[in-house]
Structure formats: C-alpha cells, structure tokens
T-cell receptor, first 115, second 114 residues
Framework: NAGVMQNPRHLVRRRGQEARLRCSPMKGHSHVYWYRQLPEEGLKFMVY????????ESGMPKERFSAEFPKEGPSILRIQQVVRGDSAAYFC?????????????FGEGSRLTVL | AQSVTQLGSHVSVSEGALVLLRCNYSSSVPPYLFWYVQYPNQGLQLLLKYTTGATLVKGINGFEAEFKKSETSFHLTKPSAHMSDAAEYFCAVSDLRAGTALIFGKGTTLSVSS
C-alpha cells in the first residue's frame, strides 16, 4: 500500500509523558501536513512541512508541540508533557508540490488518549 | 483569512432521498474548494474538488457540488442517498497560490435511515 502511513494508530500516555506520532508520506510526496481532530470541532491545521523545512506552523501550540520532517525518515509530531486536553485524533496528510490540484492525501490517523 | 462554514452539524435523510450538505466559504482570492468524506476510525478521502473551469463538479459515489461565487457557496448534493453514504463530510478551502494548507469546516454527519 503506497498510501500515507501513520503510526501508532492508538497511543495511550499518562499526564506528563511524551507522545511521538510518525507519518510516512505517499511515495513521491514532499509536503506533509498535520491536523488535529477533536469531536464537534472538525480538523484544525497545525503545521505544514517540506523536507528539512517548516513552511507554516501557525496552528501549532506555542509550547510542548514540535514537528519535523527530516531528510531521511518519517515526519514526527512530538508532544511533550502531555495533558488531558491533548487527547485527540492527529491526522497527517501529504501532497506533491502542485498548486494546480491542491489535493491532500490523508493517513488513517493516530488516536492519542491521555490518562 | 480564509474560513469555511458548514451549516448543520447533523443531517438525516431516508434511503433514496436527496442529500444536500451546505458549505459557505470566505476567501479574499478565488478559492480552491474541496469535499472530503470520513468513515468511522478512518482518514479523509477526497470526494471532489473545484479549482478552475466548470462550476459544477462531479465526484465519486454519485456526489456533485456547484461552486457559486455570488453566494460564496459550494454545497454538496447526491440525488439518492444510500446506506453506505452515512459518514462525516468536510468542506475545505485553500488558496494554493499563497502556499497555504487546507482549512476545514467543522463537518456534517450524515445519517441515512432505511
């Protein structure tokens, strides 16, 4: 399957621990986006990355959250010192750098539960 | 700034009835518009998109949407609902010329009864 791969699909953490969510984009895609989904709130944009570059992080909380997309390997969304309010589904999407289509391809999400 | 408003967080229809999911957008430049569908515990799948050209766009599973600039709307329709259409639907807007990501509405949950 050449789709967007996210892992883990489910992650349980206790308050104060760290959560790391990984995303491998579709083959040939160089742009990665992270979204957070909370019930009744839809998908909220968090961050947009290219290889080794953060393009737009306007949706990222100022503290505890960080994202990277290294030259080699998957993109990682890191949440330090998790709190209960971080419990959500986190979706990764990828795209080619084609401004004529704009289509994002989504993974199946990582569901974080903070106890 | 761009934004999307989906009117009605829940829509219920009978099998075989018309499906109409409403989406209005706000954009300072000509927008690119999308509808995505999400089935339980899955990611989002593209239903259809409008970028340029014909304002009536046909997508997968019999869905279509019409871009109406004067009404700043992009409503999603399907003539006859099927049980398998029950899912959550998201409208999204982007201005790719600015290199921005998609901005999503809050979603509409479609229920289909037999």
């Amino acid at each position: 399957n050449a789709g967007v791969m996210q892992n883990p699909r489910h992650l349980v953490r206790r308050r104060g621990q760290e959560a790391r969510l990984r995303c491998s984009p579709m083959k040939g895609h160089s742009h990665v986006y992270w979204y957070r989904q909370l019930p009744e709130e839809g998908l909220k944009f968090m961050v947009y990355l290219q290889k080794e570059n953060i393009i737009d992080e306007s949706g990222m909380p100022k503290e505890r959250f960080s994202a990277e997309f290294p030259k080699e390997g998957p993109s990682i969304l890191r949440i330090q010192q998790v709190v209960r309010g971080d419990s959500a589904a986190y979706f990764c999407a990828s795209s080619i750098p084609d401004r004529l289509t704009g289509e994002l391809f989504f993974g199946e999400g990582s569901r974080l539960t903070v106890l | 700034a761009q934004s999307v408003t989906q009117l009605g967080s829940h829509v219920s229809v009978s099998e075989g009835a018309l499906v109409l999911l409403r989406c209005n957008y706000s954009s300072s430049v000509p927008p690119y518009l999308f509808w995505y569908v999400q089935y339980p515990n899955q990611g989002l799948q593209l239903l259809l998109k409008y970028t340029t050209g014909a304002t009536l766009v046909k997508g997968i599973n019999g869905f279509e949407a019409e871009f109406k600039k004067s009404e700043t709307s992009f409503h999603l329709t399907k003539p006859s609902a099927h049980m398998s259409d029950a899912a959550e639907y998201f409208c999204a807007v982007s201005d790719l010329r600015a290199g921005t990501a998609l901005i999503f509405g809050k979603g509409t949950t479609l229920s289909v009864s037999s």
